[in-house]
């Protein structure tokens, strides 16, 4: 996997060399064209104000290791373009998400909330409903699509975005490659903490237990919906219908809300464990 890493960055770092005149973020947004070609959707151009066509997949198709976790790199470029933004039409479709997510939720939640972890895992319902539809509850069925779409390799590739992204925002002079590297040495514990503060406004114990879990679940009960609301009824133009809101059955959110809950508490516990051992 060293060799896979290698071989990503080295392309990165080629591509940055090659437009000197881009930001590091921008060259970010724009090495989504290279991820995978399903990872250029409409919904994504409606939520974060653009949308690179793809090119080819040159970043895509191999696992690499960072902060110790086996990720999908074409899956991690493209949550951390997910956790940038870029150009005044990114900063429009951003505020009026915020409008969106005000009504939806009572929270202004931007763009970044819903185009990485809690996309995936709203990701699995909306395959779902796809395929049984919106007032059915199967466990075991929405359990193989989380699975498949908010795999513990996902969640790692969205989390280690998370810290990157954040990486670039603090020092401009970074290149990709730079952020990349210097994020790989994190404990990822400690990222997965980071987000459950900063995002989700968390309160973790010293033997890295949730001490405000029900709050934290309810936070992603919401953004799971409001991101279903707004591709399923607003992005296809059914605003004023509703008719996700109104016929999804709870269950599924709950379902969602709580995989993805005792995913990031097993990934605090685990390193907690090891210090104790």
Same mark, same amino acid.
């Given at each position: 996997?060293?060799?896979?890493?290698?071989?990503?960055?080295?392309?990165?770092?080629?591509?940055?060399?090659?437009?000197?005149?881009?930001? &590091?973020?921008?060259?970010?947004?724009?090495?989504?064209?290279? &991820?995978?070609?399903?990872?250029?959707?409409?919904?994504?151009?409606?939520?974060?104000?653009?949308?690179?066509?793809?090119?080819?997949?040159?970043?895509?198709?191999?696992?690499?290791?960072?902060?110790?976790?086996?990720?999908?790199?074409?899956?991690?470029?493209?949550?951390?373009?997910?956790?940038?933004?870029?150009?005044?039409?990114?900063?429009?479709?951003?505020? #009026?998400?915020?409008?969106?997510?005000?009504?939806?939720?009572?929270?202004?939640?931007?763009?970044?909330?819903?185009?990485?972890?809690?996309?995936? @895992?709203?990701?699995?319902?909306?395959?779902?409903?796809?395929?049984?539809?919106?007032?059915? /509850?199967?466990?075991?069925?929405?359990?193989?699509?989380?699975?498949?779409?908010?795999?513990?390799? /996902?969640?790692?590739?969205?989390?280690?975005?998370?810290?990157?992204?954040?990486?670039?925002?603090?020092?401009?002079?970074?290149?990709? $490659?730079?952020?990349?590297? %210097?994020?790989?040495?994190?404990?990822? &514990?400690?990222? #997965?903490?980071?987000?459950?503060? %900063?995002?989700?406004?968390?309160?973790?114990?010293?033997?890295?237990?949730?001490?405000?879990?029900?709050?934290?679940?309810?936070?992603?009960? %919401?953004?799971?919906?409001? /991101?279903? @609301?707004?591709?399923?009824?607003?992005?296809?133009?059914?605003?004023?219908?509703?008719?996700?809101?109104?016929?999804?059955?709870?269950?599924?959110?709950?379902?969602?809300?709580? /995989?993805?809950?005792?995913?990031?508490? $097993?990934?605090?516990?685990?390193?907690?464990?090891?210090?104790?051992?």
């Amino acid at each position: 996997m060293a060799a896979n890493l290698d071989k990503m960055l080295r392309f990165i770092d080629d591509y940055q060399q090659q437009h000197p005149h881009y930001s &590091s973020i921008q060259v970010v947004r724009s090495l989504r064209a290279y &991820s995978r070609e399903g990872y250029a959707d409409i919904f994504w151009a409606n939520v974060a104000g653009s949308n690179a066509a793809f090119v080819s997949e040159e970043l895509d198709d191999l696992a690499v290791v960072l902060m110790g976790q086996s990720i999908d790199f074409a899956h991690f470029m493209t949550a951390l373009s997910n956790q940038t933004r870029s150009g005044i039409r990114a900063i429009v479709k951003d505020s #009026v998400l915020r409008v969106t997510s005000k009504a939806m939720t009572g929270r202004t939640n931007d763009a970044q909330e819903y185009t990485a972890a809690i996309k995936d @895992t709203a990701q699995a319902i909306d395959t779902y409903l796809n395929e049984y539809g919106p007032t059915t /509850y199967k466990p075991e069925a929405l359990n193989d699509f989380l699975t498949q779409f908010a795999s513990d390799q /996902y969640y790692a590739s969205d989390l280690v975005a998370f810290s990157v992204s954040r990486l670039l925002y603090q020092n401009a002079a970074l290149s990709v $490659r730079e952020a990349i590297l %210097e994020a790989s040495w994190f404990n990822y &514990s400690d990222t #997965v903490q980071r987000y459950l503060i %900063e995002t989700l406004g968390a309160k973790v114990s010293r033997r890295g237990y949730l001490i405000n879990g029900v709050q934290v679940r309810q936070q992603i009960y %919401e953004r799971i919906l409001t /991101y279903l @609301t707004i591709k399923r009824d607003i992005v296809t133009g059914h605003m004023l219908n509703r008719t996700y809101r109104k016929n999804i059955r709870p269950a599924l959110i709950d379902h969602a809300s709580d /995989y993805f809950i005792q995913y990031l508490q $097993r990934s605090l516990v685990y390193h907690h464990q090891e210090l104790d051992s």
